[in-house]
């Protein structure tokens, strides 16, 4: 009996994962390109432009790849990362996800101040992996979301003419971004 209800159990746990007997609505393949407005918590003076190629599957379930480069206060960051959403609402024109994914992320100073005659900071580009975690909606073709990427921070050094007073000086990489794309590909289906 035992027997019989493991597979009972598993038998509607794959019918429920499974979407072989339903007619996808929507295309599965698509591209999401756009720009958007980036920064830190109460400064989204920076901006940013994205690609994504997308592969959906049961009307569902999004798993991607996002290319984005973001220009932020004397930073820039490039980042590629594998992403997946999750379609919540799946109506007529209107679909909301949400999702996350894992990154790499590539930081680079893009200028700043000089911090004395006796003072020099050497801010190199630094490689670290996080994830962004986002929500939003698509609408026919046009793309709107939020997002908040998880980037670890940068340490830099300050190395004054008396070296043994130098402070290390720690540069916040996490940002927000609202992003806003048009969807080639991955409409409805006629």
């Given at each position: 009996?035992?027997?019989?209800?493991?597979?009972?159990?598993?038998?509607?746990?794959?019918?429920?994962?499974?979407?072989?007997?339903?007619?996808?609505?929507?295309?599965?393949?698509?591209?999401?390109?756009?720009?958007?407005?980036?920064?830190?918590?109460?400064?989204?003076?920076?901006?940013?432009?994205?690609?994504?190629?997308?592969?959906?599957?049961?009307?569902?379930?999004?798993?991607?790849?996002?290319?984005?480069?973001?220009?932020?206060?004397?930073?820039?960051?490039?980042?590629?990362?594998?992403?997946?959403?999750?379609?919540?609402?799946?109506?007529?024109?209107?679909?909301?996800?949400a999702g996350g994914g894992y990154s790499y992320y590539s930081t680079s100073s893009s200028g700043g101040c000089d911090p004395g005659p006796s003072t020099t900071q050497i801010i190199r580009?630094?490689?670290?992996?996080?994830?962004?975690?986002?929500?939003?909606?698509?609408?026919?073709?046009?793309?709107?979301?939020?997002?908040?990427?998880?980037?670890?921070?940068?340490?830099?050094?300050?190395i004054g003419s008396d070296a043994q007073n130098s402070p290390t000086v720690i540069y916040k990489n996490n940002y927000f971004a609202l992003k806003i794309g048009v969807n080639i590909g991955?409409?409805?289906?006629?």
């Open positions: 009996m035992r027997k019989h209800a493991c597979i009972l159990l598993v038998s509607l746990l794959f019918s429920k994962i499974t979407n072989a007997q339903i007619e996808p609505l929507y295309k599965p393949f698509k591209i999401d390109i756009g720009l958007g407005i980036t920064g830190q918590p109460f400064d989204m003076s920076g901006f940013l432009f994205y690609v994504e190629p997308s592969f959906t599957f049961g009307n569902r379930f999004k798993p991607g790849l996002r290319f984005e480069y973001a220009i932020l206060d004397m930073k820039n960051i490039g980042s590629s990362a594998l992403t997946f959403d999750y379609y919540f609402i799946t109506t007529h024109r209107f679909r909301l996800f580009s630094t490689k670290n992996s996080g994830g962004p975690v986002r929500i939003g909606f698509d609408l026919d073709h046009f793309h709107l979301g939020l997002e908040y990427n998880i980037v670890p921070s940068t340490f830099v050094t300050a991955g409409g409805k289906k006629k």
